[in-house]
Protein backbone atom coordinates (compact mmCIF):
# COMPACT_ATOMS: atom_id res chain seq x y z
CA UNK A 1 0.00 0.00 0.00
CA UNK A 2 2.59 2.37 0.60
CA UNK A 3 4.87 2.06 -2.16
CA UNK A 4 1.66 2.32 -4.62
CA UNK A 5 1.34 5.79 -2.60
CA UNK A 6 4.79 6.68 -3.30
CA UNK A 7 4.20 5.52 -6.75
CA UNK A 8 1.01 7.49 -7.16
CA UNK A 9 2.81 10.58 -5.40
CA UNK A 10 5.47 10.49 -7.76
CA UNK A 11 3.53 10.43 -11.18
CA UNK A 12 0.96 13.81 -9.26
CA UNK A 13 4.43 15.22 -8.74
CA UNK A 14 5.58 14.87 -12.43
CA UNK A 15 2.12 16.11 -13.35
CA UNK A 16 2.20 19.42 -11.43
CA UNK A 17 5.95 19.39 -12.65
CA UNK A 18 4.88 19.36 -16.14
CA UNK A 19 1.81 22.31 -15.92
CA UNK A 20 4.26 24.50 -14.21
CA UNK A 21 7.12 24.00 -16.34
CA UNK A 22 9.91 21.90 -17.32
CA UNK A 23 12.80 21.66 -15.06
CA UNK A 24 10.01 23.22 -11.69
CA UNK A 25 11.21 21.13 -8.32
CA UNK A 26 8.55 18.33 -6.96
CA UNK A 27 8.97 19.67 -3.88
CA UNK A 28 8.06 23.37 -5.26
CA UNK A 29 6.27 23.06 -8.30
CA UNK A 30 4.37 26.48 -9.10
CA UNK A 31 5.82 28.35 -6.24
CA UNK A 32 6.95 30.92 -8.41
CA UNK A 33 3.81 31.74 -10.08
CA UNK A 34 0.29 32.55 -8.58
CA UNK A 35 -2.53 30.37 -7.62
CA UNK A 36 -5.58 30.53 -8.74
CA UNK A 37 -8.05 31.71 -6.43
CA UNK A 38 -11.08 29.31 -5.05
CA UNK A 39 -13.95 29.50 -2.69
CA UNK A 40 -15.36 27.33 -0.28
CA UNK A 41 -18.31 26.61 -2.57
CA UNK A 42 -16.09 25.53 -5.54
CA UNK A 43 -14.28 23.24 -3.28
CA UNK A 44 -16.92 21.50 -2.40
CA UNK A 45 -18.66 21.08 -5.81
CA UNK A 46 -15.36 18.72 -6.26
CA UNK A 47 -16.57 16.41 -3.33
CA UNK A 48 -15.45 13.36 -5.70
CA UNK A 49 -19.07 12.82 -6.66
CA UNK A 50 -18.96 13.94 -10.57
CA UNK A 51 -14.95 13.17 -10.79
CA UNK A 52 -12.65 15.53 -8.98
CA UNK A 53 -11.95 15.03 -5.53
CA UNK A 54 -10.41 18.61 -4.04
CA UNK A 55 -9.47 19.11 -0.07
CA UNK A 56 -8.42 21.77 1.30
CA UNK A 57 -5.67 22.49 3.83
CA UNK A 58 -5.09 25.72 5.49
CA UNK A 59 -5.02 28.06 2.53
CA UNK A 60 -3.91 25.77 0.08
CA UNK A 61 -6.59 23.96 -2.50
CA UNK A 62 -5.80 20.25 -3.42
CA UNK A 63 -6.31 18.11 -6.06
CA UNK A 64 -6.00 14.46 -4.44
CA UNK A 65 -8.06 12.67 -7.13
CA UNK A 66 -5.21 10.73 -8.66
CA UNK A 67 -4.31 10.02 -5.42
CA UNK A 68 -7.61 8.86 -3.03
CA UNK A 69 -6.93 4.77 -3.46
CA UNK A 70 -3.72 5.06 -2.66
CA UNK A 71 -3.96 6.44 0.39
CA UNK A 72 -2.19 4.36 3.47
CA UNK A 73 -5.23 4.94 5.28
CA UNK A 74 -7.29 3.55 2.77
CA UNK A 75 -9.95 5.42 -0.01
CA UNK A 76 -13.16 5.87 2.86
CA UNK A 77 -11.12 7.88 5.31
CA UNK A 78 -10.09 10.26 2.85
CA UNK A 79 -13.06 10.64 0.86
CA UNK A 80 -14.41 11.63 4.50
CA UNK A 81 -12.74 15.21 3.39
CA UNK A 82 -13.88 15.35 0.04
CA UNK A 83 -14.56 18.74 -1.34
CA UNK A 84 -13.79 20.24 2.31
CA UNK A 85 -11.22 20.59 4.76
CA UNK A 86 -8.73 18.00 6.28
CA UNK A 87 -8.07 19.75 9.15
CA UNK A 88 -11.24 18.80 11.25
CA UNK A 89 -10.20 14.74 10.74
CA UNK A 90 -6.48 15.48 11.51
CA UNK A 91 -7.11 16.93 14.79
CA UNK A 92 -8.64 13.45 15.31
CA UNK A 93 -6.06 11.55 13.12
CA UNK A 94 -2.70 13.76 13.88
CA UNK A 95 -0.27 11.07 13.24
CA UNK A 96 -0.60 13.22 9.43
CA UNK A 97 0.69 16.27 11.70
CA UNK A 98 3.90 14.29 12.76
CA UNK A 99 6.89 16.25 11.58
CA UNK A 100 8.57 13.04 10.40
CA UNK A 101 5.07 12.68 7.88
CA UNK A 102 6.57 15.65 5.98
CA UNK A 103 2.87 16.12 4.97
CA UNK A 104 3.50 19.95 2.76
CA UNK A 105 6.02 18.01 0.55
CA UNK A 106 3.10 15.30 0.00
CA UNK A 107 0.75 17.99 -0.35
CA UNK A 108 2.17 20.51 -2.54
CA UNK A 109 2.50 18.91 -5.90
CA UNK A 110 -1.53 18.22 -6.03
CA UNK A 111 -1.49 21.81 -5.19
CA UNK A 112 -4.00 23.67 -7.57
CA UNK A 113 -5.00 26.65 -5.60
CA UNK A 114 -5.65 28.96 -3.46
CA UNK A 115 -8.65 29.59 -0.61
CA UNK A 116 -10.45 32.77 -1.34
CA UNK A 117 -9.33 34.93 1.70
CA UNK A 118 -12.74 36.51 2.64
CA UNK A 119 -14.03 32.50 2.66
CA UNK A 120 -10.46 32.25 5.33
CA UNK A 121 -11.46 35.00 7.61
CA UNK A 122 -15.09 34.06 7.97
CA UNK A 123 -14.05 30.58 9.42
CA UNK A 124 -11.53 32.37 11.54
CA UNK A 125 -14.18 34.23 13.19
CA UNK A 126 -16.51 31.14 13.75
CA UNK A 127 -13.33 29.34 15.27
CA UNK A 128 -12.58 32.10 17.53
CA UNK A 129 -16.66 32.02 18.83
CA UNK A 130 -15.86 27.96 19.60
CA UNK A 131 -12.49 28.09 20.90
CA UNK A 132 -13.20 25.38 23.39
CA UNK A 133 -14.04 22.97 20.63
CA UNK A 134 -11.01 20.58 20.58
CA UNK A 135 -12.19 17.05 21.11
CA UNK A 136 -8.89 16.32 23.18
CA UNK A 137 -10.16 19.12 25.36
CA UNK A 138 -11.05 16.27 28.35
CA UNK A 139 -8.80 13.42 27.76
CA UNK A 140 -8.27 11.77 31.02
CA UNK A 141 -4.51 12.26 32.73
CA UNK A 142 -1.91 9.21 31.74
CA UNK A 143 0.22 7.96 33.76
CA UNK A 144 3.41 9.91 33.73
CA UNK A 145 5.60 6.38 32.87
CA UNK A 146 3.87 5.27 29.68
CA UNK A 147 5.79 5.30 26.97
CA UNK A 148 3.76 7.72 24.43
CA UNK A 149 3.74 6.99 20.71
CA UNK A 150 0.71 9.45 20.09
CA UNK A 151 -0.64 12.08 22.67
CA UNK A 152 -3.70 12.14 20.50
CA UNK A 153 -5.00 10.34 19.56
CA UNK A 154 -3.56 8.17 22.44
CA UNK A 155 -1.15 5.42 21.23
CA UNK A 156 1.03 4.47 24.91
CA UNK A 157 2.16 1.38 26.20
CA UNK A 158 3.78 0.27 30.16
CA UNK A 159 7.88 0.18 29.83
CA UNK A 160 8.85 -3.48 29.79
CA UNK A 161 10.65 -2.42 33.19
CA UNK A 162 7.27 -2.14 35.19
CA UNK A 163 5.24 -4.95 34.04
CA UNK A 164 5.19 -8.10 36.44
CA UNK A 165 6.27 -5.84 39.65
CA UNK A 166 3.53 -5.72 40.74
CA UNK A 167 2.04 -9.80 38.92
CA UNK A 168 -1.25 -7.45 38.42
CA UNK A 169 -0.62 -4.53 36.19
CA UNK A 170 -2.25 -1.42 37.67
CA UNK A 171 -5.20 0.37 35.82
CA UNK A 172 -3.24 3.19 35.28
CA UNK A 173 -0.34 1.24 33.76
CA UNK A 174 -2.58 -0.42 31.09
CA UNK A 175 -1.93 -0.11 27.45
CA UNK A 176 -3.94 2.67 25.58
CA UNK A 177 -4.38 2.29 22.12
CA UNK A 178 -7.54 4.79 21.04
CA UNK A 179 -8.70 5.89 17.53
CA UNK A 180 -10.59 9.09 18.95
CA UNK A 181 -10.91 11.19 22.04
CA UNK A 182 -12.45 9.34 25.47
CA UNK A 183 -15.75 9.92 25.32
CA UNK A 184 -17.33 12.54 28.29
CA UNK A 185 -18.68 10.39 31.18
CA UNK A 186 -20.59 12.38 33.69
CA UNK A 187 -19.43 10.12 36.32
CA UNK A 188 -22.42 9.03 38.56
CA UNK A 189 -24.60 10.52 36.24
CA UNK A 190 -23.98 8.34 33.46
CA UNK A 191 -26.32 4.98 33.92
CA UNK A 192 -26.28 1.78 31.52
CA UNK A 193 -29.45 -0.39 31.02
CA UNK A 194 -29.38 -4.03 30.20
CA UNK A 195 -32.34 -5.29 29.05
CA UNK A 196 -32.44 -9.65 28.66
CA UNK A 197 -34.71 -10.94 26.15
CA UNK A 198 -37.72 -12.09 28.61
CA UNK A 199 -37.28 -8.16 30.19
CA UNK A 200 -35.79 -9.89 33.61
Given at each position: ?12 AAKAAV ?80 PSVKIG ?96
Open positions: MFARAISTFARTACGAGAALSTACDAEPYPIYTRADVKRRDGKGGQTWVTYEDGVYDITDFVNAHPGGAQKIRLAAGASVEPFWRIYKQHLDDILQPMRVGTLDQADLEAEAAAAAAKADDDPYLNEPTRHPALTVHSAEPANMEAPPAMLGDPYLTPNELWYVRNHHPVPANAGDAHEVLVATPDAA
